[in-house]
């Protein structure tokens, strides 16, 4: 394995270094991350990190020499800006020194290296270790002719504003450090992120995307994730053009080559859009031409099929021998019949549709969730890494299509992934498996209902699955403060926002949303005759976000934003959670194995509406141009036109709308035509009348929400968003139940867990959840292991095939299963 672990980290760059001068002469190609653990004592007693740090101080210092008899304006803006780089250097050394020093004492233990606080002094020495390389840049080059002053300007002032506020954001590493006990990573006491962000000035989160975005990952990731953050801002512009596509193609190119633009739109975006947002742009992975991604570049298998589980009672045995009837869920969206995708890279005797199989079933089987924030994505998205898996493991691996919040929000996917597993329990021959080893694994928001799955196993007195593998997972469900949590200000993949309001949609449901039922045992819910079971615990003000509203100028609620309805969003992302489900019909095998597999299960897959959509969008947005962007038909006023006019003729088409149906079908079908090509007609007039007098507007951001008149002012200038305190716009309590937050379960159920082995990242924001999980699992003495793993963003297994590192880390994942698949022969460490 080539792939290198955070705990070897430290015999990288920085590492035994004893001069400084050393910095100036390395490759700048290895990982930044790997200085975060250089805390060995050097020959003159400074630890080897400081030296990097005076390494750019005397860079810096050079530099400004150089530049301060330069009279030009970039001149002097350099050399102001490389002054203050050796201010906020002699501001931060002394604070990442303090915290570099302590958090070995809250690693997992030695062997396992990695917490949030490493994890925030790598990013700082990323910090530094790219102030050096610009800095050198600089020295190098400042003599030539064509040297580009005004490009370096921009480069060293965004370096100093990172490491400010890095700065403000290791003040509240330390706040943190205050309110624990060593060794523990949660606070000890009813504390909240509101309280946490007063006690220092507020972060400016714009640093964190701009030109210095992805500074903290692997250089093979930083490409990645500039490339997904420009599609992000761009996929906004188009997501609320208001039917404007010209603005959206012309502002969503400027994020190519407009830093500045790009940070204060996703800044923008992370503060103000809403959820479904979050779904609409998860959802791309759900195109047709992602899903052709795996099936090319993949390993071939020869069975990938969807398989639906019809809403009928199952009846499985307990491991006492008596029969326990399973209902299937009905929280929520009622019964409804549940999508799972079966992949093999072989046929195997007895799998439904492979009758033509001579290979025996597979002892084992992978049971597996798919990540996605618990809003988005699906088995198809993830694809790309189970068909590796697949081939490797040589098992079958049975994905579940949970249905998705806020549609579904707790415990609507749990039940869904319990009845899955009650399923499997009497269908083994039928996926191709002896089930003699059964093995969980997910990821994300997959790893917490697979966790939360076991407990409910566990009490129900199921049969419990031989190991279970979590990558990143979050398994405490609040925003309780820790060192890791605070890494989500700066993460391109998932900033703070969109964590918060995928939490919210998941465990706190807006009660006007349309759910009906709840089966929270610890519920906030507000709905009628409901009452709330959870006022009187503890927790109720332990770790719960309860923070101010959002200031005067930046809108709240849910009202504020510009809202899609369900036919829109099914337009936009080809949505497939609760009752909107697509069955896919991709596989490798026959079309007719797999209608005959949903025949003899009596249920027929869901008919694909994608002709509809289709057929609705042209109606909506081409042929219907008198209606706005959510559907409501709005009067055309026309150049020259009167408003009398135009209200009789709005009139006449109403009621032309209505005699269309009265007439003959030959005569429906030539009123028809006729008003499609008046509407054709008016649509190419309107545009080309207004486009002299929108030229301005053509080039401005779209909106993320409507507004107000008062509050446009502010609205439009992104730049008031600047002193917000990220966390303004979230007050919400999030109910006790170990079903939501494994972490809280009883010490008695936790100590009959199966060996269980975690992977995560040391740049994930749910670091901590594992570090504080395995800990407690092996204080009750469990079987458990933790790996974790450095420079790589959470949710890296969807970048396995475009990432080196990546692609290894998801190596050691199919490593850890097959420990836990064979556990006589290679059981996992004992930790």
């Known amino acids: 394995m080539k792939l290198?672990?955070?705990?070897?980290?430290?015999?990288?760059?920085?590492?035994?270094?004893?001069?400084?001068?050393?910095?100036?002469?390395?490759?700048?190609?290895?990982?930044?991350?790997?200085?975060?653990?250089?805390?060995?004592?050097?020959?003159?007693?400074?630890?080897?990190?400081?030296?990097?740090?005076?390494?750019?101080?005397?860079?810096?210092?050079?530099?400004?020499?150089?530049?301060?008899?330069?009279?030009?304006?970039?001149?002097?803006?350099?050399?102001q800006g490389f002054m203050t780089l050796i201010d906020h250097i002699d501001t931060v050394w002394p604070l990442v020194d303090h915290v570099r020093k302590v958090a070995p004492q809250y690693d997992f233990d030695a062997a396992s290296p990695g917490n949030g606080y490493r994890s925030f002094v790598s990013v700082v020495d990323s910090c530094v270790l790219h102030g050096l390389k610009l800095s050198r840049q600089v020295c190098t080059g400042r003599d030539a002719l064509l040297f580009?002053?005004?490009?370096?300007?921009?480069?060293?002032?965004?370096?100093?504003?990172?490491?400010?506020?890095?700065?403000?954001?290791?003040?509240?590493?330390?706040?943190?450090?205050?309110?624990?006990?060593?060794?523990?990573?949660?606070p000890s006491e009813a504390r909240s992120p509101e309280e946490l962000f007063s006690q220092a000035d507020t972060i400016n989160q714009y640093c964190f995307y701009g030109r210095c975005l992805g500074f903290q990952f692997l250089p093979s990731m930083r490409g990645i994730l500039k490339g997904i953050s420009i599609c992000m801002a761009g996929f906004s512009e188009a997501y609320y053009s208001h039917g404007n596509l010209i603005s959206s193609?012309?502002?969503?190119?400027?994020?190519?080559?407009?830093?500045?633009?790009?940070?204060?739109?996703?800044?923008?975006?992370?503060?103000?859009?809403?959820?479904?947002?979050?779904?609409?742009?998860?959802?791309?992975?759900?195109?047709?031409?992602?899903?052709?991604?795996?099936?090319?570049?993949?390993?071939?298998?020869?069975?990938?099929?969807?398989?639906?589980?019809?809403?009928?009672?199952?009846?499985v045995t307990t491991t006492e021998g008596k029969e326990l009837t399973v209902l299937p869920p009905t929280v929520h969206l009622g019964l409804q019949s549940l999508n799972v995708r079966l992949i093999s890279v072989n046929k195997r005797i007895g799998m439904n549709g492979e009758a033509s199989s001579s290979l025996p079933a597979a002892e084992g089987v992978l049971f597996h969730c798919h990540g996605g924030g618990f809003v988005a994505q699906s088995s198809k998205s993830h694809e790309m890494y189970l068909r590796e898996w697949a081939a490797k493991l040589n098992v079958p691996i049975l994905s579940v299509d949970y249905s998705l919040a806020p549609q579904a929000p707790f415990p609507r996917a749990l039940e869904e992934v319990y009845y899955a597993y009650c399923w499997m329990l009497n269908n083994f021959s039928t996926i191709g498996t002896t089930g003699k080893r059964i093995v969980f694994a997910g990821d994300s928001a997959g790893a917490n209902?697979?966790?939360?799955?076991?407990?409910?196993?566990?009490?129900?007195?199921?049969?419990?699955?031989?190991?279970?593998?979590?990558?990143?997972?979050?398994?405490?469900?609040?925003?309780?403060?820790?060192?890791?949590?605070?890494?989500?200000?700066?993460?391109?993949?998932?900033?703070?926002?969109?964590?918060?309001?995928?939490l919210k949609a998941y465990a706190c449901p807006n009660p006007s949303s349309g759910n009906t039922g709840c089966n929270h045992k610890n519920c906030n819910c507000t709905k009628p005759g409901h009452t709330t079971s959870n006022a009187t615990t503890p927790l109720d003000s332990n770790g719960f976000l309860k923070v101010s509203p959002s200031q005067e100028g930046i809108s709240e609620g849910p009202s504020s934003f510009e809202e899609v309805s369900p036919s829109d969003l099914a337009e936009l992302q080809a949505h497939k959670s609760g009752s909107e489900r697509r069955q896919s019909s991709d596989t490798t095998i026959s079309a007719a194995s797999l209608q005959s597999e949903h025949t003899a299960t009596g249920f027929s897959p869901p008919e694909d509406k994608s002709q509809q959509v289709v057929s609705d969008f042209l109606e909506r947005y081409v042929l219907d141009s008198d209606t706005d962007s959510e559907g409501r038909r709005i009067p055309v006023i026309k150049p020259n036109v009167g408003q009398e006019e135009n209200s009789h003729r709005e009139a006449e088409s109403e009621n032309s709308s209505t005699l269309v149906g009265e007439l003959p079908q030959e005569d429906q079908d030539r009123e028809n035509k006729k008003r499609i090509k008046t509407r054709i007609s008016e649509a190419a007039t309107g545009i080309m009348g207004?486009?002299?007098?929108?030229?301005?507007?053509?080039?401005?951001?779209?909106?993320?929400?409507?507004?107000?008149?008062?509050?446009?002012?502010?609205?439009?200038?992104?730049?008031?968003?600047?002193?917000?305190?990220?966390?303004?716009?979230?007050?919400?309590?999030?109910?006790?139940?170990?079903?939501?937050?494994?972490?809280?379960?009883?010490?008695?159920?936790?100590?009959?867990?199966?060996?269980?082995?975690?992977?995560?990242?040391?740049?994930?924001?749910?670091?901590?959840?594992?570090?504080?999980?395995?800990?407690?699992?092996?204080?009750?003495?469990?079987?458990?292991g933790i790996d974790v793993l450095e420079g790589l963003p959470h949710g890296f297994l969807n970048f396995a095939l475009m990432a080196k590192e990546a692609n290894e880390g998801s190596k050691l994942c199919v490593e850890r299963i097959k420990q836990l698949l064979d556990v006589e022969s290679a059981p996992p460490d004992r930790r």
């Open 4 to 79: 290198k672990l955070f705990s070897h980290g430290a015999r990288g760059i920085g590492y035994g270094l004893v001069k400084y001068s050393k910095y100036l002469k390395m490759s700048f190609t290895e990982s930044p991350a790997k200085a975060a653990l250089c805390c060995e004592e050097s020959a003159d007693g400074a630890p080897p990190s400081y030296a990097m740090y005076e390494a750019l101080k005397d860079s810096c210092q050079n530099n400004a020499a150089f530049f301060q008899p330069d009279d030009s304006e970039n001149g002097q803006r350099l050399y």
């Open 148 to 186: 580009r002053k005004g490009y370096f300007v921009r480069e060293i002032e965004s370096c100093g504003q990172l490491l400010a506020s890095l700065g403000t954001c290791l003040h509240h590493v330390h706040t943190l450090l205050s309110w624990a006990p060593p060794g523990d990573l949660f």
């Open 249 to 315: 193609v012309w502002t969503g190119g400027q994020y190519l080559i407009d830093p500045e633009m790009r940070a204060r739109r996703i800044v923008n975006i992370s503060q103000s859009a809403s959820v479904e947002f979050c779904k609409a742009f998860w959802f791309l992975a759900e195109s047709e031409i992602m899903k052709r991604v795996p099936s090319l570049m993949s390993s071939t298998v020869a069975v990938n099929k969807v398989i639906t589980i019809p809403p009928e009672p199952v009846t």
């Open 449 to 502: 209902l697979l966790a939360s799955c076991t407990l409910k196993i566990l009490s129900s007195g199921l049969r419990s699955p031989e190991g279970l593998f979590l990558a990143y997972a979050p398994l405490l469900v609040s925003f309780t403060p820790s060192p890791a949590r605070l890494l989500c200000l700066m993460d391109p993949l998932l900033p703070f926002g969109f964590m918060m309001r995928c």
């Open 690 to 784: 207004a486009m002299s007098s929108r030229l301005a507007y053509i080039t401005g951001s779209n909106n993320i929400s409507r507004t107000t008149q008062e509050e446009l002012a502010v609205r439009s200038n992104l730049d008031a968003l600047i002193a917000r305190s990220p966390s303004d716009e979230f007050i919400f309590s999030v109910p006790r139940d170990p079903l939501l937050s494994p972490y809280w379960a009883d010490d008695k159920l936790l100590s009959r867990f199966p060996p269980c082995r975690i992977l995560t990242v040391h740049l994930d924001p749910c670091l901590d959840d594992c570090v504080m999980f395995a800990k407690k699992l092996k204080r009750l003495g469990n079987v458990v």
